[in-house]
Structure formats: C-alpha cells, structure tokens
C-alpha cells in the first residue's frame, strides 16, 4: 500500500514560515554585503563601465563581475576557510611547497627540473668564473659557498617526496667546473651532512641555527686555512650565546597560504632554539690593515639572513662581517647591488663570500642576469 505526504498549515503553526523568511534572511543579507563590497569599487573603475560601447560589448559586465570579485567583503575569510579545509581533507599545501612527514614541509622548487638547466648552470659557473677574476685585479679574493638543498640534507624526512636522481651530482658538478676557473668553493654538504641532528627548519625552507653554525664555522675554517682572515677562526664562546627554546612559524606557512588559519585547523609550529648572539666589535683601528672596516663582505641569499648565520660567523672568525645579503635576491641580486654601489667602490673589502643555494644554479634565466651576463663579458662588474 503506498503512502502520500500531506501537510496541514494549521497544525504546523508558525514553524511554516520559517523556509520563507531564512530565504528572506538569505537574499537580504546576499544584497547587504554586495552593496558594501560594490561601495569599496573606486570611482574611475565605474567611470570605465559607464560608457555606451563597453556596455554593448560586455565588457561593462565583464568588469563589474571582476570588481565585485576583487571587492568582495568576505572573500578572504572564504579563502581561509578553503584553505584550512584543503589542509584539514587533503593535507594540500598548494602548487609551491611539498609535504614530507612528521611536519615537515619542502619548496616544490627544489624537487623541480628545469628546461635547460645545465646550459643554465654552466652559465652561472662562468659569471661566478669571471667576477672572481675581475675582484682579483682589484686584489680581492672571492670565496663561493655554494648552500645545499633541504632536500638533499634532511632526505630522510622526504617520506615519498621524488627528488630527480639528476640531483645528485648537480652541486658536485657545478662546484668542479667553478673550481675549473680557479676559483675557491665551499662545499657545504660535507659540515652539515656531518652534523647529527636535524639541520633545517621543519616548516622553513632555510637551515636552522645548528645547520647555520656548521656552515659559518666551515666558512671560517677555510678563510683561517687560506690565511685570509688576521686571526684563526676559532670556537664561539659560551657567554656569547643566549638560547632558548620558542615556536617559529616558518617561511613554508606563508609559501602555502597557511599562516593566517586558526590553530586548530594549520600545521602545528615548529618548537626550536632561538638564539640572541652577541656581535664581534674590532678591537683596534688596524685590525684589519689601513681601515677599521670589516675584511669580510657577505654577498647572498635570505640563508645568510636566517639561523644567526652572519653572527655565528664573525663569532667564529673573531671579527665583523658585513652582511650585504638579500631576501629574494636569487643568483644575482646582492652581488649586483654590493658590487655596482658606492659602498664597494669607496670601502672594498679584502674578502668576498659569495653564498649560493644549490636550487638556484638550474633556475632559468632572468633579464636582470642576462643583463649581467653581457656585462661580465666585456670584463665589467
């Protein structure tokens, strides 16, 4: 026997309208906020839309969809929440950083080849070949530290993660040709894969202050060894270094779009040591031969900026550095905003440390290097 459904408006009382007036609520509160999103529209972009052809094209409503898409009031809150669920469902981190295991986060640029990468690669051992020779007539030494990949050091935490087998030699290859062109190289896989313990941030695509340590004392080491330094490097003293142990939200969480969710719907924070390091001042006006400037200029990436590297290492040479490192310089941003300054040409040092990341030397070119590129070959910094 089948059954009908009836409904009787007198017994279900004032609950009959409450499927008429939330649709109500809906359309009036759908109207609230597109009229304060479309308040925020400028007026030259209305002015735009206001003319006779555009509006008989389309194009007038093409642009009023766009602004009130770039306008509206709740959009970053809907990002959000898109966010923390693609995280929360999928463990999606977006198109630029990767997801190893036990937290632990890796750039999409590092696992990535790139058309053209050796020529690339080859050409960026020939600039490194060719300022080294150009500071040497200005008797300046240039010394290349070439930083490796996260992903080669801290591989065990890659957990599926592919890293391409054309990886492995790369920064071996490119270190022999630099070396080739007689110029001095640092590798500094070799301290950082001898120290125990994890050497990068787990949600950062820098090293943290132990990887930062191994490096700056390798760094030293070398300049002490090649007698470029006034003094040995030596260990950093006790009292010169505060640590304590405090949450780091790394530069992976931003990468991802994960930083501005709530706590209970993002990775949880890297607890780390955080470290306060006392500078090195020169002692005396000679320390370093005609002038108290420091002997040591840094050129490079937003490594030397991160991990206490630039204090670890003058702490380690007993001497100041001057750090002309740059966050998002690439291959060639700080070397050539040091080396085309005032600073260089009035005060030049006697050594140049040129940090490198190992993910940068396949990268394609940009406009600004083959500008640089044209440059080095006519013999000009």
Known sequence: MSESFSFDAKSAGIWRFIPAGSFALILIAGFAVTTCSLREVPAAKWAEMAHLKPILQGESTRRFTSQLNEHFLWSKPFARIERAVNWKIAGDTGPSVRTGCEGWFF????????????????????????????????????????TPDKSRIEQEHL???????????????????VRSRQVD???????????????????????????????????????????????????IPADAVKTSIAERMGDLFRVSNLEGLPEWWRPAIEKTATSVVAPVVSQSDDLFGDTGLPAVALIGTSFSLRG????????????????????????????TAYLHGKTFQQEPPKVVVWEIPERMLQKPFKPSERVWLEDLKQGRL
């Open 107 to 146: 750039l999409s640029e590092e696992l990535t080849t790139f058309d053209g990468g050796s020529q690339n690669a080859n050409a960026r051992a020939y600039m490194v070949g060719q300022v080294a020779q150009l500071l040497e007539k200005k008797n300046i030494r240039l010394v290349v530290a070439v």
């Open 159 to 177: 957990c599926g993660l592919h890293r391409p087998a054309g990886f492995t030699q790369r920064a071996q290859d490119w270190m022999s040709t």
């Open 185 to 235: 190289v640092i590798d500094l896989s070799v301290p950082l894969t001898a120290f125990r313990g994890e050497r990068y941030y787990r949600t950062d695509s820098h090293w943290n202050e132990a990887g930062a340590n191994a490096a700056a004392a390798a760094i030293a080491a070398h300049l002490a060894q090649l007698q470029l330094v006034d003094k040995p490097a030596h260990g």
């Open 308 to 335: 206490n590297f630039v204090p670890m290492l003058s702490q380690h040479l007993g001497a100041p550095v001057a750090n002309l490192a740059k966050d998002g310089g690439d291959f060639d941003g700080s070397a």
